[in-house]
Each structure stands twice: as C-alpha cells, then as structure tokens.
C-alpha cells in the first residue's frame, strides 16, 4: 500500500519537469521568432524582395529536309559545341576572367594556316585597345588627370582613354593574348541567360572532355552538342535549297523587330533565302521555355523547364533527288558542248523545270550556269527558272490559237496564206520560210509566224490588210491578249513556294506591230517556271494548278523513323481556262503533231521513242546577235506523268537543236528510271514469294 502512495506521489513530479521543459522550448522559440522578426525581418524581407524570374528560350534542332522518296537532302550534323551563358549584368571584366580561364582548354584558332592568318588579321585595333585597358587598368586610368576625368562622363572617359593607348602598348600581344581577344569577342556576344555558342566547329573530343571536367571553375560555360546543315547531295538542288545564317550573323538586321517578337533571339539562326526562308515557320521548331530566378547578386537559385522544347518539323519535297541530278548533268553537258571549239561565247545558263501537270509537284527544277571567272567551271543555278525572264520564242503559239479562238477571230480548221507581211513603217515580217496555205494545226506544226500575226492583227482591229497598208490597231488588244497568255500562267505569278518569284518583264510600248511580236513570243519575257505552268494547263486539259516543292510536313520523331503527318499539300487549281474544252483538244492535236508528224519542228528528234510526246519548239531573237531556244513537252500524250520547259539563252544564231537534245535527254531519263524503279519493285516482289 505504501509502494502504490510513493508511486502516486512521483508522477506528478514528472509530469511537470516535462510541462516545464516543453514551455522552456517555446519560450526558445518565440524567443527566436522575434529575433528574426524584429532584428532581422526587414534585411529577410528585402532578400526575398529581392529574387527576380526570368524566362529564357533555349534553340533547339532545326527540322530537316527530305525528297519525296525520302531520302535526306538537308540534315543537322551533330557536333561538339562550347557555350556561354552569361548572368545578368555581367560586365567586361566579367567576361575578361571567363575568357582567361576558358583559354587554356581550347584552341580558337582554325587548323587552316591561311584561315587563321584571315581570323589574326580581323581582331580591330580597338578590340586590342581594349584588351590591354582590362589587362592594365589602372595603367590606363592613369592616362587621364583629374581634372580630365571630372570633365567628362564615364563612356568619355573610356573614349579617350582607348584613344590614348599606343600601338607600342598593345602591339606585342602573345598568341595567348590574341587568343583571349578571340574568345572574348564571342562571349560579347551573347545576351543574358541566353546560349551562345563560343566555338562549334573543329572542337576535337579532347577539347571537350577538358572543359567538361572544369565546367566548375568556368562560370557560364558549357560543354554541350550543336548541329550544323549538312547537304549529302553537295551542290545538287543547294541553290534553291537556300542558306541559314550563323549564329554570328544573327537574324536579319533590316527585319530584327519582327524576328524579335515572334520569339527569335538576336543571334538565332534562321532562313535567309529558298526554301530555307520560305518555310521557316516550320523549320525553326519550338524553343524550351526555362524559367530561371535569381538573387539580388544575379547568382541562379533554382531552374525550372516552363515549356519543353520540340524539334523543327521536316520537310517531305516534291523533288526526285536521283532525277534531279540526271537533269543536272544532262545541262551541264549540253553546256560543256555547245561552247566546245570556241562557239557561243555569250551561252552563259540553261534551264530546266520538270513539274507533274496534274498535281503541280515540282520533280526536278535545274539551272545550269557557267562561272563568269572562270568559264570552264558549272555552277548550280536553279533559282534562275524563277528568277530570271527571257523571250521565250514560238512556244507561246498554243496561247496565241487559243486566244483566237475564243476572242472569235479565228476557228478551228480556219487558213491563212503564209507569205511575208509588209506593213507601213515597220520591218517585213515572215515565218523561218514560205509555208503556203495553213491552217491552224499546220500553224503549230510547222511553227507559222504569220498565222500568229493575222491573229494578232484582227484581234488589233484589223481586218482587211493589204501589203504596205498601215494597220489598224487597237490599244486594248494588247491587254487582251495579255489576259488570255496570263490565264496559262504567262506574264504573272505562278503561286510556286519560293520567295520573291518574278512575274516576267511586260513590253512598255504598244503598236501593232509589237502585238505581232508578242504573239509569236518575241515581246514580253517569261521565267521557265511559267513555260512548265503554261504547258502543264494544256496537258491537262485547261487547269492552271500551283507549281510547288513542298509535299508534305512531318512531326519531329525521338526516334529514326518518320513522325505523323502534320500537313500534306493538296493541288491547288489557280483557274480553269474558261472556253471550249474543244480549243484546247485542238492545240494538244497540234503539240502533238509537232513532235510525231513529219514536217512537226521537233519531228526529227523524237523519232523511235517508247513515250508518245506533245509539245512546241520555240526559238526567240536576242541581244548582241543571239538567239533563245526553248521547249515545251508532256508525255505520254494522251495521260502525261510530266511536263518538261526548257530554256537556252544567249546561243549562236547556227545553234538550231540545242533545246531539243536536252529535252529528249530528259524524258529518256525519267522513263529510263521509272522502269529501272519497276524493274526493282518486280524483283523484291519475286523474292518475297
């Protein structure tokens, strides 16, 4: 009884050591709140105040570039790449020690011995100036009194201190130094918790690992992998391809606002021209988003990724890449050949498009160009069959018969007398010979001027000529018959993907006899890409549809299969020729003609072959004593898979078949190779059982 009362009797006594213990620890504890909140709350309070976010885009891979059988035409090459990123308000001396620490792991000079004396030789005086102001401050402070300092403003002072270092100062720089000058000059240029890419090419692995195991000791840098545009097909197809720009050059400086606020960086790389700058929307991908917050010493506390980054998407092209290099090399032959034993001094080009004429995919588009410098070299010059307009000749007479036509100054099966026309005040006019009595398929097929110049002069108003007579002549006949060429894609813009395309070059002057030029195509100029529009609209029967490269976007993928389909281009039909689809039945009878009837002008070059082919030769006075040979083709005739234009400028006058062997070349690649395809699809099949 007595050990139950002793027991009672002690618990008590702990329970109130431990009640006393715990108000001991609150006691500690408020004691330690009010310290923190009335010592030291408002130093707390303006560190917290003092925290900034910031949101910086980080690049990400640019999309790539495919031909429509898939095969890669552009790709990123992956390669090593040491990175800046600078904190905010980091300084020049910032830098300087960032540059001075970075230098000993790597080599910013070019392994090149000529590219590096260029490199040496583009470091300024004032970045050397200035290299020796952040080396000898106080050296240089000196240079300036006391009295000269308060008078001017901090950046004058700068100035003039720049200005009064000596070329004896700065002159005997080290490699090391110049060294140092170089890194610096591209830690200049990046901007605030944005990357930028110190050196990207020639970075060898040990570089790398070097500066990876001291990333430590290097504030800002970073050892990281970087792409660059590389072309398996080298030069093939890579001037409509078009060019990126470095990170040095940065985006646009005539366009910098807009780049800046669709979410661009100063020194992101973008499209400057092609199909590079067309679909850059699609190419650029989407930045990752990476908030950073940071405190009031601009030192990062925490990062968090806001927005993943996504590659840019690829491009599927409407280009054959195994055709498209045939064609190359067929120009480049038929160049190398026509200028063999010193003749046709002024051939500078020739051009080439191949486009499907029902769907308008661009499946091969060639320029060849000899090098003003050095004339035995060959360049690819595609861009030119959009660019650049030449007088196309005698393959405009389909749009010639078929605006008489419909404006109802002639009807099929209508004659004229093929003589030479004397007109008042101009030149005798005639066909390449006396033709005698035609009529319009004759016209076509054995290529009459005159036929297209009494069409020209009724549609002008006049209808009774008499040799010697000075014509009647309407002014609006030339805008009407502008208005027919141009429903063919002759004279304005085809709508093909590419920028700047040129709409053709318009004759100013009008009178009758200029109309007469232009209906047999010795007026107004045309690009070879509005030839291939123009007779892809008679192939197919009266469709003017849109000549384009692009076939189809793909979804990045993590993997190295294709992603979804993220837009496919459809036919896109500009107009329809509104007439009788009987008129053009008519001219696609006389392109046919043309090529299968004797006395047909390109009759003799396309005997014996597999294909049935339509289409009209054409042959254009130019300048200084030359002439264009051109050429529009489909084939086969009656279910055409392409349409070819062909254009030579500047030949000899004697140089009469030029166009026609590239144009036979040309079809005889394309079914030479689709029958190789098949050849090889019926093998693997016969494997396969």
Known sequence: MKKENKKQSQLPFRLNLLFFFVFVLFAVLILQLGI???????????????????????????????????????????????????????????????????????????????????????????????????????????????????????????????????????????????????????????YALTPQIVKNEHVTPEEYARIAEHLASLPGINATTDWIREYPYDETFKSLIGDITTEKEGVPAENIDYYLATGYSRNDRVGENGLESQYEDLLRGRKEQVKYIMNNHNVILESEVVVPGESGKSLILTIDMEFQKLVDEILREELMAATAGGKNNLLRDALAVVIDPHTGELLAVSGQSFNDEKQDQIYDSAYRTIYDQHVPGSIVKGATILAGYDSGTITPGHREYDEPINI??????????????????????????????????????????????????????????????????????????????????????????????????QYDN?????????????????????????????????????????????????????????????????????????????????????YQIAGKTGTAENLHDTINLTMVAYAPYDNPEIAVAVLVPKLDPDMTNNNSIITRRIFDAYFSLKEKRENEIQEENQEEE
């Open 526 to 610: 045309y690009t070879a890409m509005q030839l291939a529009q123009y007779v892809s609209t008679i192939a197919n029967g009266g469709y003017r549809v849109q000549p384009h490269f692009l076939k189809e976007v793909r979804n990045p993928s993590s993997d190295e299969e294709f992603g979804s389909v993220y837009r496919s281009f459809n036919t896109k039909i500009l107009n329809k020729i509104v007439m009788d689809e009987n008129y053009i039945q008519r001219v696609q009878e006389g392109f046919r003609q043309v090529f299968q009837e004797p006395g047909g002008t390109a009759y003799s070059y396309f005997t014996e072959t597999d």
């Open 36 to 190: 923190v909140q009335i010592l030291n709350g408002k130093r707390f309070q303006e560190e917290i105040d003092s925290t900034t976010q910031d949101i910086t885009k980080l690049p990400v891979p640019r999309g790539e570039i495919y031909d429509r059988n898939y095969n890669v035409i552009v790709k990123n090459q992956p390669t090593y790449a040491i990175t800046y990123t600078p904190p905010k308000n980091a300084g020049a001396e910032d830098k300087i020690a960032v540059a001075r620490k970075l230098a000993p792991y790597i080599d910013m000079f070019h392994p090149d011995k000529e590219e590096r004396k260029k490199q040496i030789s583009r470091i300024t005086e004032r970045e050397k100036k200035e290299y020796w102001y952040l080396e000898h401050v106080a050296e240089a402070n000196a240079k300036l009194t006391m009295e000269e300092a308060d008078e001017l403003k901090p950046a004058e002072q700068y100035k003039e201190i720049l200005k009064r270092i000596t070329v004896n100062e700065y002159e005997h720089l080290t490699k090391q130094d110049l060294e140092i000058i170089l890194i610096k000059k591209e830690l200049d240029r990046a």
């Open 424 to 521: 008042q005040g101009t030149p005798t006019k005639g066909s390449w010979m006396d033709l005698g009595s035609v009529n319009d398929l004759d016209a076509l097929r054995l290529s009459s001027n005159v036929y297209m110049f009494y069409i020209a002069m009724k549609m002008g108003g006049e209808n009774n000529y008499y040799p010697g007579k000075k014509i009647s002549f309407n002014p609006q006949a030339f805008q009407e018959m502008r208005n027919y060429f141009k429903q063919f894609g002759l004279g304005t813009l085809t709508g093909v993907d590419f920028p700047n395309e040129s709409p053709g070059l318009k004759g100013t002057l009008q009178d009758g006899g200029l109309l007469m030029d232009f209906a047999i195509g």
